[in-house]
């Protein structure tokens, strides 16, 4: 039998103690009403999973302008405080710990989604190759238009204020999402970053708005209550770049220095498995991070156990195998059978596929 132990050493990180490494992973469900406030099901969705070493929330819009998909959660409103708080108190109650994930979608937008008048703000005015889910189903993004530079100390404070609504929601802290081809990702890659001012060009130019949000945020939380996904061989969402390893250094090392609660990457996605040359190169920009690392992507409890044990990852993030057995940790430690996730019911729609996953205990009696 292999050995799944390391999954179930406790991890202190920025004061809270993990009491396993099998962590849940952001996972976008479009279950959230209209105007973003999270509904009641979602109490019962995370309070069901507070025995994940960590809660990372699905994504949540920082602001209107930040919003892509069809019933994402926001937290910029007091309604949406309020939503989030009764769900930051339930699990909770259940000895959980969640941190909350920011995003802003960018140019992974549709008008009909956004207020009137208002079109996907970009880096550069390059439409992605990419669908939202809006109203009438899967639609192509629509055209952005490129933020001006004296605009993005707005977009900053978007994401200060968001972070200081989520510390009144009761939050433990707060994940930035700059992965996947979202707003923070679309600065950081050239394939999407045309810009000639001082958030584009250079590496470090690319990386200068995830680094400004990420301190903005450590600002409100402290830096050890903040974690920041990266995603650097991603292809979601229309993304590429010239030099992703030299790209992804230069963010690493600065990120590095900022004591954060962890990075969490993307190391594999849905539709896109790393190959031999990519593992490799996030092998060696694994390297150059001293804190606590979090990886994810296509992981079994196995291999998990065995990144943990050789250092290669510090814990692991679990998304569709979190949708389906809501009690993975306890599953992963008795060797038990899995659930298999209904695709259909991932996004949008009510509990079904949603709560209505068995426990253990439920399938045994
Ligand atoms: C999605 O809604 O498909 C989605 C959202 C956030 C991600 C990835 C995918 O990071």
Do not use: C
């Amino acid at each position: 039998m292999s050995d799944i132990a390391p999954l179930f050493r406790p991890l202190s990180m920025g004061g809270l103690e993990l009491p396993n490494r099998v962590l849940m992973a952001p996972l976008t469900r479009n279950r959230a009403h209209s105007d973003g406030t999270p509904k009641a099901m979602a109490e019962e969705y995370y309070h069901q999973r507070a025995s994940a070493g960590l809660i990372i929330t699905e994504a949540t819009q920082v602001s209107p302008e930040g919003k892509g998909y069809l019933d994402t959660p926001g937290i910029h409103e007091d309604s949406h405080v309020a939503g989030w708080r009764r769900i930051t108190e339930t699990v909770h109650a259940a000895g959980g710990r969640i941190f909350l994930q920011l995003w802003h979608v960018g140019r992974i937008s549709h008008t009909s989604l956004l207020p009137e008048g208002v079109v996907p703000v970009a880096p550069s005015a390059i439409r992605a190759k990419s669908q939202v889910f809006g109203t009438d189903g899967f639609v192509d993004v629509s055209e952005p238009r490129a933020l001006e530079a004296d605009e993005l100390p707005r977009i900053v404070a978007d994401y200060a204020r968001a972070a200081a609504r989520a510390k009144e929601a009761g939050f433990d802290g707060i994940e930035v999402h700059a992965a996947n081809g979202y707003l923070l990702d679309q600065f950081l890659r050239d394939g999407s970053n045309r810009r000639e001012d001082a958030y584009g060009g250079s590496a470090e130019n690319r990386a200068r708005l995830a680094l400004e949000v990420t301190e903005a945020v450590a600002s409100v939380w402290g830096a050890d209550r903040v974690g920041i996904r990266l995603s650097p061989f991603g292809s979601f969402n229309d993304m590429s770049d010239s030099d992703p390893e030299a790209t992804f250094g230069t963010i690493y090392r600065a990120l590095d220095k900022l004591r954060l609660a962890y990075l969490h990457v993307v190391e594999s996605f849905p539709g896109s498995d790393s190959g031999p040359d990519e593992l490799a190169a996030l092998e060696r920009l694994r390297g150059l991070w001293t804190g606590t690392y979090i990886a994810n992507g296509g992981f079994n409890a196995t291999r998990a156990a065995d990144w943990i044990a050789r250092g290669r990852a510090d814990a692991v993030s679990f998304g569709r195998p979190f949708i389906a057995n809501p009690d993975l940790p306890e599953r992963y430690q008795l060797g038990a059978g899995l659930t298999t996730p209904n695709e259909a019911t991932f996004y949008g729609g009510g509990t079904e596929g949603y709560t209505d996953y068995p426990f253990r205990a439920q399938e045994a009696a």
